[in-house]
């Protein structure tokens, strides 16, 4: 049996409280919301924090608030399971709400919460072991070691952003609030991360990821597609949120894809613009789904060939696309 190693729980009350304990605490100490990704990691030793701030107490990072109308705020600390069933999310902003449904499994998803998934660790074969497995083969660079064994030439590290809800929240042109010690800033969701498998949040470890905001619906339409092995609980392998904007007459005005689960970071693919001006034809979606998985790049470092994942890249923006098209799935694909 992995156990935890010994640790301080700080249960903070208040933002308040919980940013003067990391603050008092520094490097010793970590945020937990759910800890369904922190706690296994802290057994396989990934993680050893002195001192956990736990945020489930805060009143003020839970819950949704707002509408569609004017716009949705979901607090950090809103289980999965409320957010996928949440009736606004799940009329107006489906994509999100088939996101967070999909994440791993029904009892993680009572507990994990969507500001522990927007932040939550990258993953790669080599490092998502135990700790006997992990010094078996020498550690890697991400935790106790100095080189990385997918890449042993690279000086850096490429474990792969795995977050469901992230390319979603970042289709729709969603922005985050954080609050650290220097006080509130509020950013564009793809700006909280940072090209590095090791340090892939681009924020002071000392800032707490506060709501999440998606701007009003405002006749966008989204999707979400999840590759994985084990429909039933696996992380995603790969990740398709496509958002779409049209006119009356059909003709896209605005779109976004983005991808999860191929990079350290989720990807923006800037061939989603090829779309903006144009009806959804058939030939329209095979040709920007083909551009388009250009940025994909899979590493041999997470499950399921890099191959395969790379091909699939192309199928599942096609298949999110024809889906906002309202076309069924191409034949063969
Ligand atoms: C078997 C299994 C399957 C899984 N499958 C999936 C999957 O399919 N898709 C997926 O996306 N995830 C998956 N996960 C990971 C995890 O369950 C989810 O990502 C979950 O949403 C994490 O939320 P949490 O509240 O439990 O985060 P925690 O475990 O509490 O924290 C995760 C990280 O986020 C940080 N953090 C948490 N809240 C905040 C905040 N408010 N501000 C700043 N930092 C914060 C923590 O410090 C930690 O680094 C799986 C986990 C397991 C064990
Ligand atoms: S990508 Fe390399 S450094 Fe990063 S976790 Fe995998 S093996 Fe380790």
């Not at 569609?68 to 399971?81: P, W």
């Amino acid at each position: 049996m992995m156990r935890l190693p010994p640790f301080t729980y700080v249960a903070a009350r208040t933002l308040a409280e919980a940013t003067a304990a990391l603050a008092e605490h520094g490097h010793a100490a970590m945020l937990v919301a759910g800890g369904t990704d922190l706690y296994p990691n802290m057994k396989r030793r990934q993680f050893e924090p002195r001192v956990l701030v736990g945020l489930r107490g805060i009143r003020e990072l839970s819950g949704v608030r707002g509408s569609a109308r004017e716009g949705v705020t979901l607090g950090a600390g809103t289980t999965l399971s409320t957010v996928a069933a949440h009736r606004e999310i799940a009329t107006h902003y489906p994509a999100l709400a088939t996101a967070a449904g999909l994440v791993s499994s029904p009892q993680l998803r009572a507990m994990g919460t969507i500001g522990g998934n927007v932040c939550v660790d990258t993953r790669c074969n080599y490092y998502n072991q135990t700790y006997q497995w992990r010094r078996s083969i020498g550690f890697c660079l991400k935790k106790d070691g100095d080189i990385c064994l997918v890449a042993p030439k690279s000086p850096r590290c490429w474990a792969v952003s795995s977050t469901d809800t992230a390319p979603v929240v970042i289709a729709l042109g969603g922005t985050l609030r954080l609050i650290g010690p220097n006080g509130e800033r509020t950013i564009p969701a793809q700006q909280l991360y940072h090209d590095d498998g090791i340090k892939y949040l681009a924020k002071d470890p000392r800032e707490i990821l506060c709501q999440i905001h998606l701007p009003p619906a405002d006749g966008w339409r989204a999707t979400y597609w999840k590759l994985r092995r084990r429909g039933s609980f696996d992380f995603p392998i790969l990740g398709v949120a496509a958002a779409l904007k049209q006119a009356t007459d059909g003709t896209v005005e605005d779109a976004r894809i983005v991808l999860g689960a191929v990079y350290p970071t989720p990807v923006v693919v800037e061939q989603a613009k090829m779309l903006v001006g144009r009806r959804l034809t058939p030939e329209l979606i095979e040709a920007v789904a083909l551009s388009a998985s250009g940025p994909a790049k899979p590493l041999d470092n997470t499950d399921l060939s890099m191959w395969y994942r790379k091909r699939m890249s192309r199928v599942y923006i096609g298949r999110a696309l024809r889906e906002l098209a309202g076309l069924p799935p191409a034949p063969g694909a």
